[in-house]
C-alpha cells in the first residue's frame, strides 16, 4: 500500500511535466520550431554549471516559499500573503541585522529569528481577521501584500531606515556588517548559499512536525474536517490561527539567502511574486518536502534556461506557458489519482467483506 | 370530490433497510392531509416518492386517477406537485421575485426574462392566496415566516395543485404557525390541496381534515380530528407494544457525573434552543433521551462536551464546569462522544483508520507520547477495535471514507469505548446500521455501564431507547419534560410526552 503511494505520488508530477511538454511542443511546432531542439537548448543551459549555482540559490527561495504554501495547504489555507510576509522578512532581518553587532553565529540566528517574527505577525493580522471576523485570508493577504509594499517604501525614505550609496540609484538599508552575513560553499565552481542547509532544515522540520507530533496531527485533522478535529477536543480555530502565522514566518525566510549571503541588504530590488510561485510549488510537490524541493527546482531551470530561447528565435515566455500548464495538468492529475486511489481501496473493503462471508459459509 | 392522489402498495428499500412497505395514502382533493409519525417512521421517503427525487421499487401512484411514474421533480411539477422544503432552497442575495422565477423564469427567445409579466403574476398569486410577500425586498432581509410564503408563493408560482409541507412548523414561532395555518386554509379554500409532515399533534388535531399516521416504514391508519384524540394518535404513531428491557446488573452509584442545574441556551439570533432545563446522570446508568429531533438534543449534547457555553445555569460533568472547560479536558477526563453526524464531527473521512483512533484521544496516552504522535499504539489498538467491533476492512491503512457508514460507526464506537471512560454520551449510537452490528454496539453500551460508566443516550429510536435506558427524560422544546421508567411507560405516554402534550 505504501509502495502504491510512493508510485502513484511519482506518477502524477511527471504525467503533469509531460503533458505539458506536449503542449508546448505542440505551441512550438506551429511556430515553425523544433521542439526537440529547442528543448535541447534549454536542457544543455540549464544543466551547464555556472546556470546549476545560479539556480540553487533560487530554489532556495522558493523552496521556501513552496514550504509556507505548503503547511497553509494542509489547513485549506490559500497564503497568497507569503509576498508581504517575504518582504516584511527580509527588510526587518535586515534593518535588525545591520544595528546591532554581535558574535558571528548569534548575529545570523539574530536575523533568522527577526525575520521569521516579521513575517509570522505579518501573518498574523490576516490569521486574526479569518479567525475573528470571518475575513477570506485571500483578500486580506492580497491587501497586506500593497500595505507592506508600501510600508517598506515609506520606511526606506532616506530620512528613516534607508540610505542611498554612491553611484546607486536605489535605496537600501545600511549593510550588515560581516558578522551578520553567511558564508557561501563552492559548488560546480560557483558560489552556493550556506542558506541552503537552513532550507533543508526547515524541509526536514516541517514534515516531522506534521506527521509524527501531536502538534501536526491537529493540524492536518482541523485542516480534513473543521467539525471533527473541533469533537475531538483541537482548538481549531487557534490552530487555523497558528497555522497562519506558522506560514508567515517560514515566508519571512524567503529572502534571507540573498540577503545574508549576497547583497547584505534590503532594497526595493527585491524581487516580488513568491506568492504565486510558492503556491504552484506546493501545489505541484504535493505539500511534500521533497517534492516541493524538484518542484522549485524544475521551477529555476525553467526561468534561467528561459533568456537562451530568445536566441533559437522563440519567445521565452513559452517558459511560463509551461508553468502555467504543468500547474493546471497537476491539478487534474492528483484529483484522478486520489479517485483512483479510493476506489482501489473501495474495492480491497469489498473484496475483505466477501472473503469474510465464505468463511462463514 | 375525489381523490388527487392514491397511493397504494408504495415501498423503497435501501441496502439493509426498508424505509417504505406497502404505504397506502388516499388524499381528497381540496383537504389539508396531515402525516405523523416519529423519526424513521418513512415520512419523508414518502414525500420524496411524491416529487419524484426518489423511484419507488413498487407500488403505484394516482394522480387525478391517472397511474404516473415520477422521475423527477419535472415530473412532479408537470402534474402539479409541489414541494416546500424544512429547510428552505432560496439565494439569499436574490430579489423576493428573483427567487420565485429562479428555475422556471418565463422568458421570450428562451433568454430574455419577461420581469413585468413575473412580477404581475406573483402578485395576483399574493393577492388570491393572501400571502404577504413584497416581490423587490432582498431574501436576506427577511425572517423565518417570510422566506416560507416565498417557498410557498415559488411552488404556486409553477402551477401546483398539491403542495406538500415538509414539517412546516418545526421552525417557526407560534404566531407564524397561525398566520401559515390561515394561508394553508386559504389555499384549500380556493382549490388547492395540501399534504403536510408534523410530529405535533396538537397541529395536526386543529388544522388537518384527514391524518394519516405512519410508523416502521408503513401507514397504519388515517383518522378524521372529529373521530380521534391525541391519546390514540401519540399510540399508534409510536406502536401497541414498547419493547422489554435488556435485564442487566443493575449498579448505579450515588456519584453524579453529569448534572443540568437550570441550563439555558440561547443562539446568537437569540432565539432560546434550551430552557431551565434540569438532568442528571449516576455512574453505573443509562439514562436516555427521548424527543422529536431539534427540540435541544443537539445543543445539550455541544454544552456537555464544551462545544458550546451555557447562557445561564451550569453543566457539570465529573466536577468541571463544562461551559469554561476546552473540549480537550473534558475529553481528558473521560468524556466520551459518539457524535451524532458521524461523518462530520466523528472521523477524519480522507485519513487512514489508524489516524482515526487518534482522533479525540491525542492528548493522552497512549496515543499520545509527550509531543509525538504514537503511530505504533494507534495501529495496534485500531487492529483490536477493527476485531473487537468486527469491522469489516481490510485493514487499519485503508481510509476511513472506504468504509460503509455502519463499520464506519462500529469503528467510532470502538475507539470512544476505549480507555475506560467515565461519562459515555451517545448520539444515535446505532443509526443505520444494520442489526448484527446494532446487538455488537448495544452489548459494549451495556458493558460500559456494567462497569460503572454512566452513559448519556440521545435516540431516536423507541427499541433503543427502551432496551437500553435505566431512566428515560423526555426533552421538548428545551426542556424535559418527564422522567419516565422505561417497565412502567406505556406508549401513550411517552408519544404524548414527546409532542409536547401534557400528560393527564
Do not use: C
Request: aromatic share 8%.
Amino acid at each position: 500500500m505504501k509502495k502504491d503511494r510512493i508510485f502513484w505520488g511519482t506518477v502524477a508530477p511527471l504525467a503533469a511535466v509531460v503533458s505539458s511538454l506536449l503542449l508546448v511542443s505542440i505551441i512550438l511546432i506551429l511556430r515553425g520550431a523544433n521542439p526537440i531542439e529547442i528543448f535541447q537548448v534549454m536542457i544543455s543551459y540549464g544543466f551547464d554549471p555556472r546556470n546549476l549555482v545560479s539556480e540553487l540559490n533560487q530554489t532556495v527561495a522558493y523552496y521556501l516559499a513552496g514550504v509556507a504554501a505548503a503547511i497553509g495547504f494542509k489547513m485549506l489555507l490559500f497564503n497568497i500573503g507569503i509576498d508581504g510576509q517575504y518582504r516584511m522578512g527580509a527588510f526587518f532581518g535586515a534593518v535588525v541585522g545591520a544595528a546591532v553587532s554581535l558574535p558571528p553565529v548569534l548575529h545570523v540566528l539574530l536575523i533568522i529569528i527577526t525575520a521569521m517574527l516579521a513575517g509570522g505577525l505579518w501573518a498574523a493580522i490576516a490569521g486574526y481577521l479569518k479567525v475573528r471576523r470571518g475575513v477570506s485570508e485571500v483578500i486580506s493577504n492580497i491587501m497586506l501584500n500593497f500595505i507592506a509594499a508600501a510600508i517598506i517604501a515609506f520606511l526606506l525614505g532616506e530620512e528613516l531606515l534607508g540610505i542611498l550609496p554612491e553611484g546607486s540609484q536605489n535605496v537600501q538599508t545600511r549593510p550588515i556588517p560581516l558578522s551578520g552575513q553567511m558564508p557561501t560553499f563552492k559548488m560546480f565552481n560557483g558560489e552556493v548559499y550556506s542558506f541552503l542547509f537552513v532550507a533543508i532544515f526547515v524541509g526536514i522540520a516541517y514534515w516531522i512536525m506534521l506527521n509524527k507530533t501531536v502538534f501536526g496531527f491537529n493540524l492536518r485533522a482541523t485542516g480534513l474536517s473543521f467539525r471533527a478535529a473541533r469533537s475531538s477536543g483541537v482548538n481549531a480555530p487557534g490552530m487555523i490561527f497558528i497555522t497562519t502565522v506558522l506560514s508567515g514566518a517560514i515566508a519571512g525566510l524567503v529572502g534571507l539567502g540573498t540577503l545574508l549571503s549576497d547583497t547584505h541588504s534590503y532594497s526595493m530590488a527585491f524581487p516580488s511574486g513568491f506568492a504565486f510561485t510558492g503556491l504552484s510549488l506546493a501545489l505541484l510537490g504535493r505539500n511534500h518536502p521533497v517534492g516541493i524541493f524538484f518542484a522549485a527546482f524544475l521551477w529555476s531551470f525553467l526561468e534561467r534556461a528561459a533568456p537562451v530561447l530568445e536566441y533559437e528565435g522563440v519567445p521565452p515566455e513559452i517558459v511560463i506557458v509551461m508553468q502555467g500548464t504543468i500547474v493546471l495538468s497537476i491539478v487534474i492529475a492528483y484529483e484522478v489519482v486520489a479517485r483512483i486511489n479510493l476506489r482501489q481501496q473501495q474495492r480491497a473493503v469489498g473484496k475483505a467483506n466477501v472473503d469474510l462471508v465464505k468463511e462463514s459459509k | 370530490m375525489g381523490n388527487i392522489l392514491e397511493v397504494a402498495g408504495v415501498e423503497k428499500k435501501y441496502p439493509g433497510v426498508v424505509a417504505n412497505r406497502d404505504v397506502s395514502l388516499l388524499v381528497r382533493e381540496g383537504s389539508i392531509h396531515a402525516i405523523i409519525g416519529e423519526n424513521g417512521a418513512g415520512k419523508s421517503t414518502l414525500m420524496k416518492t411524491l416529487y419524484g427525487l426518489i423511484r419507488p421499487d413498487a407500488g403505484s401512484i394516482k394522480v387525478f386517477g391517472q397511474e404516473v411514474s415520477l422521475k423527477s421533480p419535472q415530473d412532479a411539477i408537470a402534474l402539479g406537485i409541489g414541494m416546500v422544503h424544512q429547510h428552505f432552497k432560496l439565494a439569499d442575495n436574490a430579489t423576493v421575485l428573483e427567487n420565485v422565477i429562479l428555475g422556471g423564469e418565463p422568458s421570450r427567445f428562451g433568454f430574455v426574462i419577461k420581469y413585468e409579466e413575473a412580477r404581475k403574476k406573483l402578485l395576483e398569486i399574493a393577492k388570491t392566496y393572501h400571502l404577504d410577500i413584497d416581490p423587490d425586498e432582498s431574501v436576506a432581509n427577511l425572517g423565518v415566516g417570510e422566506r416560507q410564503r416565498v417557498e410557498i408563493a415559488k411552488v404556486l408560482f409553477r402551477g401546483a395543485k398539491i403542495l406538500i409541507l415538509d414539517e412546516p412548523t418545526a421552525v417557526l414561532v407560534p404566531q407564524e404557525v397561525t398566520e401559515l395555518f390561515e394561508n394553508l386554509r386559504d389555499l384549500v379554500d380556493k382549490g388547492l390541496t395540501v399534504l403536510f409532515i408534523s410530529h405535533k399533534l396538537d397541529e395536526v388535531l386543529s388544522i388537518a381534515d384527514d391524518i394519516t399516521i405512519m410508523r416502521q416504514g408503513t401507514t397504519v391508519a388515517t383518522k378524521k380530528p372529529a373521530e380521534t384524540n391525541k391519546k390514540e394518535l401519540a399510540e399508534l404513531m409510536v406502536g401497541g407494544e414498547l419493547p422489554k428491557p435488556i435485564a442487566g446488573v443493575q449498579n448505579i452509584s450515588q456519584k453524579s457525573i453529569l448534572a443540568f442545574k437550570d441550563v439555558s441556551f440561547s443562539r446568537h439570533d437569540g432565539r432560546e434552543i434550551l430552557h431551565n432545563l434540569n438532568l442528571e446522570l449516576h455512574g453505573g446508568e443509562i439514562l436516555g433521551l427521548a424527543g422529536v429531533e431539534g427540540n435541544g438534543q443537539s445543543e445539550l449534547i455541544e454544552l456537555i462536551m464544551g462545544l458550546l457555553p451555557a447562557t445561564s445555569g451550569s453543566v457539570e460533568v465529573l466536577g468541571l464546569d463544562a461551559s469554561t472547560t476546552p473540549t480537550k479536558d473534558i475529553r481528558n477526563a473521560g468524556v466520551a462522544y459518539i457524535p451524532q453526524d458521524r461523518q462530520r464531527d466523528g472521523l477524519l473521512m480522507s485519513a487512514p483508520l489508524w489516524e482515526n483512533r487518534i482522533l479525540g484521544h491525542q492528548f493522552a496516552t497512549p496515543m499520545a507520547k509527550g509531543i509525538w504522535v504514537n503511530k505504533a499504539a494507534a495501529a495496534q489498538d485500531s487492529t483490536r477495535v477493527v476485531e473487537e467491533f468486527d469491522v469489516r476492512t481490510p485493514g487499519v491503512n485503508v481510509l476511513a471514507s472506504a468504509l460503509s457508514g455502519g463499520n464506519q460507526q462500529k469503528f467510532i464506537v470502538g475507539r470512544e469505548l476505549s480507555g475506560k471512560p467515565q461519562l459515555i454520551v451517545a448520539a444515535q449510537p446505532t443509526r443505520g446500521v444494520d442489526v448484527g452490528a446494532q446487538a455488537i454496539i448495544w452489548d459494549h453500551l451495556m458493558k460500559a455501564r456494567t462497569a460503572g460508566a454512566g452513559v448519556l443516550l440521545v435516540s431516536a429510536d423507541l427499541e433503543e431507547l427502551f432496551s437500553l435506558s435505566d431512566r428515560i427524560a423526555v426533552i421538548y422544546s428545551g426542556s424535559i419534560v418527564s422522567i419516565l421508567n422505561p417497565l412502567k411507560t406505556t406508549p401513550e405516554d411517552l408519544g404524548l410526552a414527546m409532542t409536547g402534550a401534557k400528560s393527564a
